[in-house]
């Protein structure tokens, strides 16, 4: 098998493949392949390939739902002035053009947002992000994608007469916010079925609340079209990593396919023109890998207000101007990135720590969170990245976890064992914030790598590669690869599927740097192509045991199809 052929070489990660019980029940008219790769992904019955709107669920069970809806339908027929306050990332930045979108169509006309600076003000619902509402007017004041642990700002902004609305999926803390509503399905008591909607996804169904509540009252008029938001929904969700469980996918599916057909807003398909991404045929991969990181890069290096602009724009050449000035903060970003990374070796702390703690002096506060990524799947060992944050002396820090450690538990410890060091956290499982004293780094350093040490099994150490096993030669041609394309979106908790299998590799070209092409011999097949991206050192030509995912080249109207290759080992 695999796993024993890959044991030979130390560098090569082991692949394990993915158990998919129950295939057999799904329609036969799926080719094998979907049919083992839904199984494999927990889809057993018809009804969860099923991604139309009819099959969203409804919004009954949503905590604070109708409050919400009630407050706003008054605010909208009183014109009274809503500000709309957002997060620095891309699903606050959907959300918030969402809201502001949905309301403007909704006869709102006093709508106003502000977003919190990154460097100076920090997450949430901070006192200054509220000054800064009041001083432009504000009456009500909605967060998206923000406020579930916001006690004192939301306390500071309704003590200045301010209706405060809380919509939010963040896990809720010991207390919550003393808002007029809240609206998260993460809150306790949420009677809601599906908890991993992003900000995005709970403004859209704030959004649509609202809709039916003017209907109720009696309002016509410009009416709005809840699925003109949901390129929005599509990429928000997406680029927030949230699970694509049933409701999310239909959320993206149908925002993809509207992206697709050319309805997207003019931000979001500038955004993919930038990044030289053909908006016919988007995929989730496209908005979480070519358009999120673009709108991200504002938030990181700059300020997100450009890239809620660019998502309100609805004009063409403006919006392309923004998405240009966009990509090139996007590749600054990524030099900034490439730096950092070039010197995290150095930034180690503890250089043989199972819990790794990086500094370095000279990091950028915005990009800590994507090299604890890149350190993280290169090691196989949860992370956390420290950059100095403005305020002297303190340091902000970004931690990614494996699976098998929830970071956000053992921050929690940290802090119960030694009170005091670390100034603030927040997160979940897999991701987490915190802020601390340089003084107290050491201190960390050591701490969270004996939590870690002590929670980890060897075997949740091991990285693992999970692969759907492998495609006969009949299987490896364009077909399978327009299936498996069709068959998504692919994303978190529904990983794109990956094959691995024996191939021959008969020829290799090193292109750009770092990548190599490859032309593969396998028995019964013609030849296929095969790029493996920065994988100059592995390169060998010979038998190869190779995990891919079969894609389809686009190129002048042509289509292929190609292997892109996750791991590649000797076969023997
Ligand atoms: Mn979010």
New binding site residues.
């Given amino acids: 098998v695999a796993g024993d052929r890959d044991s030979e070489t130390d560098s090569a990660p082991r692949i394990r493949r993915r158990e998919h019980h129950g295939a057999e029940a799904l329609p036969p008219s799926l080719a094998p392949v979907l049919r083992r790769v839904y199984a494999a992904r927990g889809v057993l019955d018809a009804a969860s390939l099923d991604l139309s709107l009819a099959r969203l669920l409804p919004p009954e069970g949503m905590l604070g739902l109708d409050a919400a809806a009630g407050l706003l339908a008054d605010a909208v027929q009183q014109q009274a002035a809503i500000c709309i306050a957002g997060?620095y990332?891309a699903?606050?930045a959907t959300s918030t053009a969402l809201m502001l979108r949905a309301l403007r169509r909704l006869g709102a006309q006093r709508l106003d947002h502000v977003v919190p600076d990154r460097f100076n003000m920090g997450y949430g619902l901070s006192r200054p992000l509220v000054d800064l509402a009041v001083s432009r007017g504000a009456q009500v004041l909605v967060t998206v994608?923000s406020g579930i642990a916001s006690v004192d700002g939301v306390a500071y902004a309704r003590a200045q007469g301010l209706i405060v609305i809380i919509t939010d999926?963040?896990l809720a803390g010991p207390e919550l916010p003393a808002a007029d509503a809240i609206v998260n399905p993460n809150q306790p008591g949420d009677g809601f079925p599906s908890k991993h909607l992003?900000?995005v996804g709970v403004a859209f169904y704030v959004m649509a609340a609202l809709r039916s509540e003017l209907r109720r009252r009696g309002q016509t008029g410009d009416e709005l079209r809840m699925a003109d938001l949901l390129d929005l929904v599509a990429l928000?969700t997406v680029a927030?990593v949230?699970k694509l469980d049933h409701n999310n996918r239909i959320l993206v599916a149908q925002g993809l396919a509207r992206i697709r057909a050319g309805r997207a807003c003019a931000g979001i398909r500038a955004l993919l023109t930038a990044g030289g991404r053909d908006p016919a045929h988007t995929t989730s991969m496209d908005l979480g890998f070519v358009v999120g990181p673009r709108l991200n890069a504002a938030g990181r290096l700059e300020d997100m207000g450009q890239g809620v602009a660019c998502l309100l724009c609805d004009e063409e050449e403006q919006a392309l101007g923004m998405a240009r000035a966009l990509d090139a903060l996007n590749r600054a970003r990524r030099d900034i990135e490439g730096d950092m990374l070039s010197g995290a070796d150095d930034a180690c702390l503890l250089p043989d720590a199972v819990g790794v703690t990086l500094f370095d002096p000279a990091w950028h506060e915005g990009v800590v969170g994507l090299v604890a990524s890149r350190v993280k799947e290169a090691r196989h060992r949860p992370v956390i990245a420290f950059a100095p944050a403005q305020q002297e002396g303190l340091l902000k820090g970004s931690a990614r976890s494996i699976s098998g450690l929830h970071v956000r538990d053992v921050l929690a410890l940290v802090d119960a064992r030694h009170p005091g060091l670390i100034e603030r956290f927040g997160g979940h499982a897999m991701a987490a914030g915190l802020s601390l004293q340089r003084e107290h780094l050491a201190t960390f350093a050591a701490a969270f790598d004996g939590i870690c040490r002590d929670s980890l099994s060897a075997d949740a150490l091991d990285a693992v590669l999970d692969s759907d096993g492998e495609l006969a030669a009949g299987e490896l041609g364009l077909d399978t690869a327009l299936a498996l394309e069709q068959a998504g979106p692919w994303g978190q908790g529904f990983p794109e599927p990956a094959f691995d299998g024996r191939f021959e590799a008969v020829d290799t070209r090193v292109v750009g740097e770092r990548h190599v092409r490859y032309e593969l011999h396998v028995p019964g097949a013609p030849r296929l192509q095969a790029i493996d991206f920065g994988g100059v050192e592995r390169m060998r030509t010979g038998p190869v045991h190779l995990l891919y995912q079969l894609d389809i080249n686009r190129w002048r109207g042509n289509m292929s199809p190609q292997l892109r290759i996750r791991s590649l080992a000797p076969a023997t």
Avoid: R, T
């Fill in positions: 997060d990332d699903d606050g994608d999926h963040h992003a900000g928000g927030d949230v």
